[in-house]
């Protein structure tokens, strides 16, 4: 049914921004709901991000079914929607309003849609953000100042939760700098239900981590993470993966500490390669590289060895890069991707990100 949005009155509305994030120690294999198989650690990005506006409008039927009107890049997406559709299935019962309201979203991402990165992350901790503003604003029949919010440790478990619920690695996307996702002795109210800031685990220069992210591929992913993290079901690995990822966290935390880059550099290679090898040999098998990114790797290797330069990388499930390196040497760092990687990247295509705070609230 079209639904006449624009004649009606907003009830309550939320407009929030979300980084995407890049982790260290990598999340693949899930149990039931989104909860890891084992912890996960991230660094909180700035330049790509997602925002999203969540605006509550009367039902035009009465009736328990969702009406939702979803709009990407100003335009009404049917695509996209049909995939909310099923998160909003799943957190229908925990926020009441949906059930008394209709909602008109909007949401557009910083990065072009086409540029090969993961959008889920920044898209559902907007979305969980503005959602559990207006379920705020609601309960308190006034809205709540961006202040209020970040700093209601209730409200952040709850929105790193139903970020969660949309994309596992979401939830980790809220907090400044760093987070923690899965629960692990190695972290304090470490959680497999929501994200943590980690702000307080690390040493000052690595608030400053720089990620360029060079693009091998546009294309979007050959294997959806829902398709990626359940190949790790049955996978021969399996049982010694989440026992490596455990004992990676474990060694780089006093890395992190101490402003250990090569220990640091070391497992985040280490769990780059290990998310890839796991696909190389999963029933059936995936090769999310291609050969631009081995050249990638070969290169930065090279520039690390002969410069003695602390740069590193790391993968997600796909071809691109991400060049980490701190922020001290990223004049000599984008000289050398300027140079030797461009060319490599897909129409010279690179994103220079770096680490940022978190979500925001946009008035
Ligand atoms: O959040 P998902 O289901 O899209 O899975 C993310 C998986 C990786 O990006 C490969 C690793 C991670 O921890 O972000």
Redesign the pocket.
């Known amino acids: 049914m079209e639904l006449n949005y624009k004649r009606m009155k907003t009830i309550a509305a939320a407009t929030w921004k979300s980084p995407s994030?890049i982790?260290i120690i990598?999340?693949?294999g899930?149990k039931k709901n989104?909860i890891p198989e084992n912890p996960?650690l991230?660094f909180t990005l700035s330049k790509c991000f997602t925002e999203t506006s969540v605006s509550l409008v009367p039902k035009e039927t009465k009736s328990d079914e969702l009406q939702l009107q979803f709009y990407f890049d100003k335009k009404e997406n049917i695509a996209f929607r049909l995939r909310l559709l099923n998160f909003f299935a799943s957190i229908q019962k925990d926020f009441k309003f949906l059930n008394d309201y209709g909602l008109v979203i909007h949401s557009a991402n910083s990065f072009p849609h086409s540029s090969g990165i993961?959008s889920?992350?920044s898209s559902y901790s907007a979305l969980a953000a503005a959602l559990c503003d207006i379920e705020t604003q609601l309960s308190n029949k006034k809205a709540s100042s961006e202040k209020q919010l970040l700093a209601d440790a209730k409200w952040i478990k709850r929105t790193s939760y139903f970020s969660r619920i949309g994309?596992?690695?979401?939830c980790r996307s809220l907090f400044p700098y760093a987070s923690v996702w899965g629960e692990t002795d190695a972290v304090k109210n470490s959680s497999d239900e929501y994200g943590i800031g980690a702000e307080n685990l690390l040493h000052k220069d690595f608030k400053t981590l720089c990620d360029s992210i060079l693009i091998a591929s546009s294309r979007e992913k050959v294997v959806s993470?829902?398709v990626?993290?359940s190949l790790m079901k049955g996978h021969p690995f399996a049982k010694t993966r989440y026992k490596q990822a455990e004992s990676n966290l474990e060694n780089l935390l006093p890395a992190l500490k101490a402003g250990d880059w090569e220990t640091f550099g070391n497992i985040a290679e280490n769990e780059a390669m290990t998310?890839h090898a796991l696909m190389m040999c999963s029933n059936p098998s995936f090769i999310l590289m291609n050969a631009h990114t081995l050249s990638m790797i070969e290169s930065i290797r090279s520039f690390r060895n002969s410069s003695k330069i602390p740069v590193y990388f790391t993968l997600?499930?796909g071809p691109n890069v991400h060049l980490l390196y701190p922020k001290s040497y990223a004049k000599k760092v984008l000289e050398f991707a300027d140079y030797e990687l461009s060319g490599l990247c897909e129409d010279g295509k690179m994103i220079h990100d770096f680490t940022g705070n978190g979500i925001e609230k946009v008035k």
Request: glycine share 8%; hydrophobic share 30%.
């Open positions: 994030n982790a990598k999340y693949w899930k989104q996960s991230s993961a889920s992350a994309s596992g690695s979401a993470s829902r990626g993290h998310l997600d499930a």
